[in-house]
T-cell receptor, first 117, second 115 residues
Framework: KNQVEQSPQSLIILEGKNCTLQ??????????LRWYKQDTGRGPVSLTI?????NTKSNGRYTATLDADTKQSSLHITASQLSDSASYIC????????????????FGKGTHLIIQP | GAVVSQHPSWVICKSGTSVKIECRSL??????MFWYRQFPKQSLMLMAT?????????EQGVEKDKFLINHASLTLSTLTVTSAHPEDSSFYIC???????????FGPGTRLTVL
């Protein structure tokens, strides 16, 4: 059964500090690993998408890493801002391109991040 | 670009009534739309996949007669929760996919509360 486990469940840090969120996945077949940011009461917004051959990808202050051998990914947030307070969801996908039928994405439960002033 | 909207953003209804949720891709044509349900502090769970002009494909355990999905055009899909009950209260999120972009774009979600 495909699974995505995220840690920690929740995290509180001070504004301006860095943090790293972890993701372990068991997704087969595996093609891509995605990180989404979900504000409370809103839909997820894509931060990064990495194929199995990519090791790192950045999007502004967000940097994701992927180790396909150990099936681990991390999301590093630099110089946190109050607007970074949200849930961060790790998602494993069997196919980057899909059309028709279920996409087969496996979602983690997310890490709830709170940035305190 | 690639904006997906949902309407309404929240709805409160009485038990036994039906509720329709709309999902629209505003600036692109979505070949496929996905409907998810998310309970508090839980993952998004795929309910069904709808392709324009054809019947939706439902995930195991999702009642197709209870959750009616219509994908009448390349920019609109609707989810109707029929005879809603309190256990149907949840956050419903749609996403839209198009081959030209090859990515899923999520709507802002609809909060359904059934009294």
């Amino acid at each position: 059964k495909n699974q995505v486990e995220q840690s920690p469940q929740s995290l509180i840090i001070l504004e301006g500090k860095n943090c790293t969120l972890q993701c372990n996945y068991t997704v087969s077949p595996f093609s891509n690993l995605r990180w989404y940011k979900q504000d409370t009461g809103r839909g997820p917004v894509s931060l990064t998408i990495m194929t199995f051959s990519e090791n790192t990808k950045s999007n502004g202050r967000y940097t994701a890493t992927l180790d396909a051998d150990t099936k681990q990914s991390s999301l590093h947030i630099t110089a946190s801002q109050l607007s970074d307070s949200a849930s961060y969801i790790c998602v494993g996908g069997p196919r980057l391109y899909s059309g028709g039928g279920a996409d087969g994405l496996t979602f983690g439960k997310g890490t709830h991040l709170i940035i305190q002033p | 670009g690639a904006v997906v909207s949902q309407h309404p953003s929240w709805v409160i209804c009485k038990s036994g009534t039906s509720v329709k949720i709309e999902c629209r891709s505003l600036d692109f044509q979505a070949t496929t739309m996905f409907w998810y349900r998310q309970f508090p502090k839980q993952s998004l769970m795929l309910m069904a996949t709808s392709n324009e002009g054809s019947k939706a494909t439902y995930e195991q355990g999702v009642e197709k007669d209870k959750f009616l999905i219509n994908h009448a055009s390349l920019t609109l899909s609707t989810l109707t929760v029929t005879s809603a009950h309190p256990e149907d209260s949840s956050f419903y999120i749609c996403s839209a996919w198009t081959s030209g972009i090859n990515e899923q774009f999520f709507g802002p979600g609809t909060r359904l509360t059934v009294l």
